[in-house]
């Protein structure tokens, strides 16, 4: 079992950043993909981002490239997303997830383990 927790959402004003961590309960993510979502009101729950723990392969959302990072710690348990440039389009809650593979996953259906979400608020 996985256990995830978030952390560093908060309000922003646009064009600020905000950085997001992902940590991993009593494991670590060798040999997982670790992946970032986000769901706004009314709205289905949206790929961000996902790194491949092995090889520090990283994927992105058209609708965040270039301004949007994802990374890991030199320890086996933390995932970070870096956020640049916001703006009112990016307010959501933001969860991690993760899922034992070797694969770039970018359908939330197929990860088995999820964070309880951390809220991303980008005021104009």
């Known amino acids: 079992q996985v256990q995830l927790v978030e952390s560093g959402g908060g309000l922003v004003q646009a064009g600020g950043s905000l950085r997001l961590s992902c940590a991993a309960s009593?494991?670590?993510?060798?040999?997982?993909?670790v992946g970032w979502f986000r769901q706004a009101p009314g709205k289905e729950r949206e790929f961000v981002a996902a790194i491949r723990w092995d090889d520090d392969y990283t994927y992105y959302a058209d609708s965040v490239k270039g301004r949007f990072t994802i990374s890991r710690d030199n320890g086996e348990n933390t995932v970070f997303l870096q956020m640049n440039s916001l703006n009112v389009g990016d307010t959501a809650v933001y969860y991690c997830a993760a899922e034992r593979s070797f694969r770039i996953i970018r359908l939330a259906h197929e990860y088995d383990y999820w964070g309880q979400g951390t809220q991303v608020t980008v005021s104009s």
């Open positions: 009593g494991r670590t993510f060798r040999s997982y993909t």
